[in-house]
């Protein structure tokens, strides 16, 4: 039986458009849109009779659509079972059908109408299945080439460290991850506070991937390490012709390079004054000046600052600006020292002795009891990073298996030294560089300037070599003899900073 093309079909049309209050214009579009429709679509009655088709799927089955209206569906589609929904009035969603000789997947949906089923769409999603995994194998691929790019994106200018790598679980810790994790989501200025060595760039690497900046830029600036006439060029950068020397085409400083993403400022204690008035500045208006420039840049960036310095007793003695320590100071996140979470020393001992047995190639079955008990007992002046490179120093050293109390420097073992039977001059050249930093600071009084002109080498040197060694900052740094085990804090390395 054939049904007149534009009745029933028609009528059946409108009355879907009408159940979600379509005027006659948008029954119209409706048309337009099955005739033009990719995927091929076919609807029938609840007979069985087809009352639409589109061209694509004619054109899948070869037929000329004037030729297809009307006919019981079986008579047109193979292994079709339209007619099977429009019984049953249950719906069939991806299910394999073969035409033609290909596999395809369609749906069929049966319509309703007053409770009855009334007419069904089938709709064909892939012509073929081959189709479907060409879909799969390009979306796999293009999955693979993002991560690619996300993950150079992360090693050329991003954070490198989430919150599952500061390793740890005592209640201290875990409430500044749980605060750290809260205050990521927003774009608060965060001010880092903790001694050398506890994990403030960690956490900052950390904050910066949590949070809605993840994919821009991570730019670190360790303000005790650039000297004090580049402070302005490192910071804001500078137009070509600003100053004799200057590049052709000048230059982008931190802040710009940290736009749309995240500024951290190590050690921000050690701006000098006029730099702090001009930081202010940027804070309060998010714009730079670039040296040489005519107008004022806009900027996007989120600053965390860190200082393991008290910032208030530096306002009462006139080093530190009152008005720019209330505009770091938005949230103040304190990172515990390594002695007020004892309870993770055992969980770093192994996870650093994982990093280092990778890095140095020297196996490890871990630390034995006693070599335990001390490293639990050690006050750690240096913190996470003294503990690292407390280990690192007893891997060159120990001669068994594990590491025991004989391998560690004596201030940690707490016992006298047994003879040294073979340290490598990789080592005894670190110890000895070591014990000279500390005396020249000793000598100076803790004044680095000093202690830099003493050893021969620029301040900055001086700086990025405390910053290797974690040189904690004590009163009266120890002295070791040169070639002995001294009391030697740890080397920094990202991880645990």
Request: hydrophobic share 40%; glycine share 8%; aromatic share 6%.
């Amino acid at each position: 039986m054939r049904v007149r093309r534009g009745g029933f079909t028609h009528r059946l049309l409108r009355r879907l458009a009408a159940r979600v209050g379509a005027s006659e214009r948008a029954h119209a579009m409706l048309e337009e849109a099955l005739g033009h429709a990719y995927e091929g679509l076919l609807i029938t009655d609840v007979d069985g009779n087809i009352l639409k088709t589109n061209e694509a799927y004619a054109t899948f089955l070869g037929l000329p659509q004037a030729d297809m209206i009307g006919r019981h569906v079986t008579e047109v589609v193979e292994n079709t079972r339209m007619h099977i929904v429009a019984k049953t009035g249950v719906p069939e969603i991806a299910q394999l059908q073969k035409i033609r000789g290909h596999e395809m997947i369609c749906h069929r949906i049966p319509i309703f109408e007053s409770g009855k089923v009334v007419a069904v769409v089938g709709k064909v999603m892939f012509r073929d299945v081959d189709d479907l995994f060409t879909m799969t194998g390009r979306f796999a691929a293009l999955k693979k080439e993002l991560e690619f790019y996300k993950n150079e994106l992360h090693r050329r200018g991003g954070a490198k460290y989430s919150f599952s790598q500061i390793v740890g679980t005592s209640a201290a810790l875990e409430r500044a991850k749980a605060l750290a994790r809260k205050v990521a989501r927003s774009d608060t200025t965060v001010l880092l506070k903790g001694e050398s060595g506890t994990g403030k760039e960690l956490f900052a690497h950390a904050i910066h991937l949590e949070s809605a900046r993840a994919l821009g830029p991570f730019v670190k600036v360790n303000c005790a390490a650039i000297p004090e006439t580049l402070f302005e060029s490192e910071l804001f950068g500078y137009k070509a012709g600003a100053f004799t020397g200057a590049n052709r085409g000048g230059k982008k400083g931190k802040f710009a390079l940290a736009d749309k993403g995240t500024l951290l400022l190590d050690e921000v204690s050690e701006l000098p004054l006029a730099m702090q008035v001009k930081l202010l500045r940027v804070l309060q208006e998010r714009e730079i000046e670039p040296v040489g420039a005519v107008e004022p840049e806009s900027i996007d960036v989120r600053i965390i600052a860190a200082t393991n310095k008290d910032l208030e007793a530096l306002i009462a003695e006139g080093t530190f600006r009152q008005d720019l320590y209330y505009r770091l100071n938005v949230l103040k996140l304190e990172i515990p020292a390594l002695r007020e979470r004892r309870e993770d020393i055992a969980l770093l001992v192994e996870a650093l002795l994982r990093g280092l047995e990778k890095e140095t190639g020297i196996p490890v079955e871990g630390v034995d009891p006693e070599a335990a008990a001390s490293l639990q007992a050690y006050r750690w002046p240096g913190n996470v990073r003294e503990l690292r490179n407390v280990l690192e120093q007893a891997l060159y050293v120990k001669g068994g298996r594990a590491i025991c109390r004989a391998d560690l420097p004596r201030a940690v073992g707490g016992e006298p030294d047994a003879e040294d039977e073979g340290p490598t001059l990789k080592v005894l050249l670190r110890r000895t560089e070591q014990d000279a930093i500390r005396r020249a600071l000793q000598d100076a009084e803790g004044d680095k300037l000093a202690a830099a002109a003493r050893l021969g080498i620029s301040k900055s040197s001086l700086y990025a070599k405390i910053e290797q060694y974690g040189i904690a900052e004590e009163a009266h740094p120890p002295v070791a003899v040169p070639g002995s085990r001294s009391d030697v804090h740890g080397a920094g390395t990202r991880r645990t900073r």
